[in-house]
């Protein structure tokens, strides 16, 4: 079954800096690729989608995903983070078929000011 | 414009007691209808999930179970809580194909 897998469960990041969220998936045919944040004690958003088409994908909060099929990644970025994207953050594919979504274990982005 | 309801948004039950979370949909018709559980520390496990009213998908055998009554409308309940049932539920729709997910603003349950 299509998997993701988030190897950093936390990352610390000086305001203003650029930082990078990375995301694996296990390799398959037709895949689809989600990130999403979520604020403490929400529900999650939808930053940003990969179904086909372009590689580079742009959300929302000035972020961006590239999809690499040769590496099977789907890193998350943003230049210049802010306080207020401490959050966190969640990669996420279908599996099953196009029924089922599948989430990685999360990532804390801690942005320090 | 679609959007998704979740209640309560806390609450606090004894061992033992019974249990109903309700979510709707609304401003759609025939959603992918979720439940994910989110416990401390970890990421998102889907418990259940529905493709159509009374069509019913199990992902994790546990004493949750869950029901699609009318079209927009999930359910998710429990005979009798364990204190391992305490978490954050998370309810969330989708279209069909491969659309993402739309989350509910969760559930915080504590079993005492």
């Known amino acids: 079954a299509q998997s993701v897998t988030q190897l950093d469960s936390q990352v610390p990041v000086f305001e203003e800096a650029p930082v990078e969220l990375r995301c694996n998936y296990s390799s398959s045919v037709s895949v689809y690729l989600f990130w999403y944040v979520q604020y403490p004690n929400q529900g999650l958003q939808l930053l940003l989608k990969y179904l086909s088409g372009s590689t580079l994908v742009k959300g929302i909060n000035g972020f961006e995903a590239e999809f690499n099929k040769s590496q099977t990644s789907f890193h998350l970025r943003k230049p210049s983070v802010h306080i207020s994207d401490t959050a966190e953050y969640f990669c996420?594919?279908?599996?099953?078929?196009?029924?089922?979504?599948?989430f990685g274990t999360g990532t804390k982005l801690q942005v320090i000011p | 414009s679609q959007t998704i309801h979740q209640w309560p948004a806390t609450l606090v039950q004894p061992v033992g007691s019974p249990l109903s979370l309700e979510c709707t949909v609304e401003?759609?018709?025939?959603?992918?209808l979720y439940w994910y559980r989110q416990a401390a520390g970890r990421g998102l496990q889907l418990l259940f999930y529905?493709?159509?009213?009374?069509?019913i998908s199990s992902e994790v055998p546990q004493n949750l179970s869950a029901s699609r009554p009318q079209d927009r409308q999930f359910i998710l309940s429990s005979k009798k809580l364990l204190l391992s049932d305490s978490g954050f539920y998370l309810c969330?729709?989708?279209?069909?194909?491969?659309?993402?997910?739309?989350f509910g603003n969760g559930t915080r349950l504590t079993v005492t």
């Open positions: 529905s493709v159509g009213i009374g069509q």
């Open positions: 401003g759609t018709s025939n959603p992918n």
């Open positions: 969330a729709w989708r279209e069909t194909g491969g659309s993402p997910l739309h």
């Open positions: 996420a594919t279908n599996s099953g078929g196009y029924q089922k979504v599948t």
